[in-house]
């Protein structure tokens, strides 16, 4: 009998919704009702569920009717490859489906013969976990290779999709050889942008939820393709739910976007007033003086000594500001009030912190609001300064003989809205983000707008990964490959050749020998 090949496998309708009660009664047995401030409850993850219930269903022993299995209707949903692929078990399942099975003339080549198998054993797992107390008898099962790899920093090798002759494609994002973790995407409309996003977001979900050290994300959602409850299902294979939403239409954004200077300088303080001034100036391209300039930076200042160096608020700093007018001018209102007063109008930001940014994963919507306009700016601009606040007091990332430590990705589509301007929190973000396990993928329609007057985006990016373009400038092309003649020709009619899904990724290891081509070209996993 062939091997049971355990990949390319549908979900059973309803599979995650069932599996929910025993998440809930196993969360129950293993936590406290109360932790201290520095520990957190244990929460299951759907691939560690789907193990669980796969493996009590194959440890009961009755016969198995292939006319009952044939009546498990399947989703189109995918299980996740890692699902089974943990620990490197794929033999011993195998083995153990065969074993159970033996008595049935089954064709295992049809990947809907084994997802009705495995779907089945993991509902019959289910149905005898929730029953009495077998469930108790289960948690007390562990093994001592589990143990020690929960404690170690996981490989985020991710696989992203195939090179020719479907050779897996994989992006190391965290082995002590790499320098940085920075991802550059640049992909036109209709050419797998999104998907390829998705299965980043999969993939280093999927390697490390199971781990002391999973990789959390915060996705800017411009487009509202990943928060739309239609696509709510995608949201299983990256280990979040409906929670995870952060919608500023009908809620503002649980954080104050302020830094707290209590027990700071002064200087911090000016400091921050200017930084402060100049984006709320950027982020509408507004036209100002420098007296207006200034009148602004003060009432920064002004805003924190009413609050006693406490987080301020748009409200504070526009009553400041017009403190500061000449009386005739205060009724009147000019460029900086325009911005200040929408801020204020549409309540972005809540006046104080209710989630922890970094410590979770998060999706912004943001297709309620115009790209270029001020208020998506705003909320992209003052999240990713508040993330560099929270950065600021994190120790440094963990390091193993193997790789280091990725705590979280801020994820930007349409970055080019943000590129356009000096946006020091954008370059702090990259900077501080390499010492403290964080790190940020950027995508835009065309590699030209990484070409920032302000900042060195590609000497910053591990993996520039190019995709279908309208088009691409020459210079572009010479410097990201360090080519000319005919290996810039080819390298640039492979880009214009390429099909949806598809990408241009620099082959480091060509370039440094001096040999070979240097690019690969990768067929991303389709996803969504």
Known sequence: MEEVAIHNLRQSEGLLSALQPLKQKIEKRLNLSEYRKDAKPISLNN??????????GLSLNHKRNWAEIEQVSLDSLRIHETTFSRFSLQHL??????YRYNHLEIDWSVAANRSRVINFEMLKGLEYLMDDDNLD???AITTKKGKESFGKIPLLDLNIGTYQDDIPATLNLNGREIPNTQILIAGSTGSGKSNLLAVLMREMRSLTVETAYPVNFLFFDYKGEFSDPENRSWFSHFEIDDSAILDPIKAPLPFSPFKNFVGKTQNEINLYATELANAIVSIDNARMSANMSNRLSEAVIAAYRTTKNKAISFQIILNEYVQLQPEKDRAKDDSIKSVLKQLIRNNLFASEDKIDLIKNSFVVKMDGYPKDGPLAKAIVY???SKLNTIYESLPKQAVSEECVEIRHFTIIDEAHYMLDFDNKPLRDLIAVGRNKGLSIILATQ???SYKSAYFDFYANAQYPLIMKQQSI???IIKDLFGVSGIEFQE???SIAGLALGELILKDSNSIALGMGKKFKKIKVSRFI
């Open 473 to 475: 400038t020459d210079s």
């Open 491 to 493: 390298i640039k009619e």
């Open 446 to 448: 065309n590699m030209d």
């Open 382 to 384: 003052f999240i990713i």
């Open 93 to 98: 399942w195998s083995g153990l489906i065969k």
């Open 47 to 56: 691939n560690l569920l789907q193990r669980i219930s796969l493996a009590a």
């Open 137 to 139: 008898e289960w948690l």
